[in-house]
């Protein structure tokens, strides 16, 4: 009877191809998630034709400090009441130009929905949740106002109509309708939201 030897060995010469195609294979089916961000779209940067005057009144100042307290317009307000100050300052109307505006039509305040400006700073240590909300709530404002005059011309929320209009699904001829109502909204009441430099905590 034939003796057995050791055992027998293991040809190890195709193991760095197996995990290099296994190292590929990984790196194409994996995702990797992303945190989520806003979702503004930007306006492209155009350069100004002149020199452009902003009188003060017609700017909302807006600061967020790192506790999360907020300044608006210098006053101390609360979240809850960030939203309806910033309507009255857009909706002011204080030159009289403005024929759809309803507010107090207050000469120390914004002259024209068109001239308002809302400026946006917060502190590098402001939380993000908080910056977030905030910003929330500043484009709530605008929404809100151009929900009232949709109502008022078409008979619909103009986020709806933004909604439709912006929907990939939605036929083009209904697009083509759309577009005109929606930019008209927008032009009554332009979103000027302004990010000023970040300021830092002493």
Do not use: H, W
């Amino acid at each position: 009877m034939a003796r057995r030897g050791g055992a027998p060995e293991v040809n190890a010469g195709s193991m760095a191809d197996i995990a290099f195609l296994l190292l590929i294979f990984f790196l194409v089916t994996t995702t990797i998630e992303t945190d989520a961000g806003l979702d503004r779209m930007l306006p492209p940067i155009e350069p100004p034709d002149s020199d452009v005057i902003i009188k003060q009144k017609n700017i909302f100042q807006v600061n967020i400090n790192k506790n999360g307290q907020l300044l608006a317009d210098e006053e101390l307000t609360d979240l809850k009441n960030l939203r309806a100050k910033a309507m009255a300052f857009l909706d002011n109307g204080g030159d009289g130009t403005c024929s759809y505006c309803k507010g107090k039509k207050n000469t120390e305040s914004s002259d024209n929905p068109t001239k308002a400006i809302i400026s946006l700073k917060n502190d590098r240590e402001t939380k993000y949740g908080t910056y977030i909300t905030v910003q929330n709530e500043l484009v709530g404002a605008y929404n809100d106002l151009r929900n009232r005059e949709a109502q008022r011309l078409y008979g619909r929320k103009f986020t709806d109509m933004e909604a439709e209009y912006l929907n990939p699904e939605t036929a083009q001829s209904v697009k083509d309708e759309l577009k005109e109502k929606v930019k008209k909204i927008q032009d009554l009441f332009p979103q000027k939201l302004s990010e000023a430099e970040t300021s830092t905590a002493n």
